[in-house]
C-alpha cells in the first residue's frame, strides 16, 4: 500500500529548503510519496499572532547560525538571499500550475527554487527570474510565468493557505501522515521513525 | 580533558522535561560533565516578546500533542500538571541553593522536580511541596524551603536569568557547548554529534 506524505512548506523558508535537500537523499522508503504543498506562512501568523523568526530578537540570529550550521552537517550550501524574507507568491502559484502539468517536474521545480534562493542566495520573487528554473525542470517557462497572474493559480494557492489553516499547520516544514503532524526541519528523524514503525 | 555542557532549562518547561529523562540514558560520553542551570522564561520573554507556547493558537495544541508523543517514544512517563504553565521560582531557587551543597544533589533533586511536575502531573509551585522531592535527593528539606525566601538566592536566580539573557538564551532546554548555542529537545542528536566529531 502507498503511503502519502504531505510536506507543507513555504518557499521563503530557511528551514523548508534544509527539509528538500534532506528529502533528496531520502524518500521515506519505496511505498512512500511526499505530496509537496508551498503555502504562505503569512497567512498563517496572521491567525497565530507568530512572528517570522528573522524577527524576534536573539532567535533570529540563532536561527542564521543554525540554518549554516545545519547545511554544513547536511553538506548542502547556504545562502541567505539578500531581501530575506521574500514573499514567495509568485513561486508557490507557479509550482502549482507545474503541479497540474506534472508533479515530478513540479518537485523539480521547487528543489530549483529552493536553490536558487537559499543555496546561491537569488532573488526569485519576480515570475521572470523563474524562467530558468521553470527550463530547468522541463517545464514552458512563458506559461509558468504567465500562471503566476492567472487567478486560477491565485485562487488555488489561496486555498492551499486556507486549508493548511485548517488543519492547524503553523510552520515550514511540516509533514502531515497518518493523520500526524511534524513540525520542524529537526523532526524529520521523527517523521522517518513513525514511517519505518507504523507509528508509536 | 573534560568537557562542560550547560543544560538551561525551566522547570516549568515540558521539552526541558524530556530533555532531562533523555540525559539520564545519555550523557554524552565520560568526559563530558553538563551543568544544569534552571531559568525562568518568562523574563526572557519579556525581551524576545514571544508567549508561551501553550497560549500560541495551533501551536499550543500541537506542542501537547507532541510532547505526549515524545515521552512515549522515549519510553517515560507524562502527565500535563493542572497549573501548566506554572511559575518554577520555587524549585529554580532551591535548586541553586542545592547545587551550593552538591552539584550531584542538585541534579537529582532537579530529575526528581521534573518527575514530579511532568511525570506525575503534581504542583511543585509551593516550597512544602518541594520537601519529599529534597528528601529523595538527600537534601535537608527544611533548609530547602528556606532557600526559596532567602534573598542570597533570589539573587543568584535573577542572576542566572539575567546571565542566560546576555547569552541570547531564548528557549528551554538550551544547551551551550564549545560555545555553540543548540536550543530545543529535538536538537540533542546534533548536540551528540557535535560531542563526538568536535563540531563541523
Redesign the interface.
Known amino acids: 500500500m502507498s503511503r502519502e506524505v504531505e510536506f507543507f512548506f513555504d518557499f521563503s523558508s530557511p528551514y523548508g529548503y534544509l527539509a528538500a535537500c534532506r528529502l533528496s537523499a531520502w524518500q521515506g522508503g519505496p511505498d512512500c510519496r511526499f505530496l509537496w504543498r508551498p503555502i504562505l506562512l503569512g497567512a ?1 501568523f496572521k ?5 517570522p523568526l528573522a524577527m ?4 533570529g ?2 536561527m542564521l ?2 540554518v549554516a ?2 547545511a ?2 547536511l553538506g548542502v550550501s547556504w545562502q541567505m538571499p539578500a531581501n530575506f524574507p521574500f514573499p514567495a507568491v509568485a513561486a508557490s502559484r507557479a509550482f502549482y500550475w507545474a503541479d497540474d502539468q506534472d508533479p515530478a517536474k513540479a518537485v523539480r521545480f521547487a528543489r530549483a527554487c529552493y536553490r536558487q534562493a537559499f543555496g546561491e542566495g537569488a532573488d526569485i520573487t519576480a515570475p521572470e527570474s523563474l524562467a530558468p528554473l521553470a527550463d530547468e525542470a522541463g517545464l514552458d517557462a512563458a506559461a509558468l510565468a504567465a500562471a503566476c497572474q492567472d487567478q486560477v493559480y491565485k485562487d488555488r494557492l489561496r486555498a492551499a493557505c486556507d486549508q493548511a489553516i485548517e488543519r ?4 515550514s516544514p511540516t509533514f502531515v501522515v497518518d493523520g ?2 511534524f ?2 526541519f ?2 524529520m ?2 517523521l522517518a ?1 513513525w514511517i519505518e514503525s507504523g507509528g ?1
Open positions: 498563517v491567525i497565530t499572532g507568530q512572528k524576534v530578537p536573539f532567535k540570529d540563532y547560525h543554525d550550521r545545519s554544513r552537517r492547524e499547520i503553523f510552520g500526524e503532524r513540525w520542524g529537526d523532526r528523524d521523527d521513525a508509536w
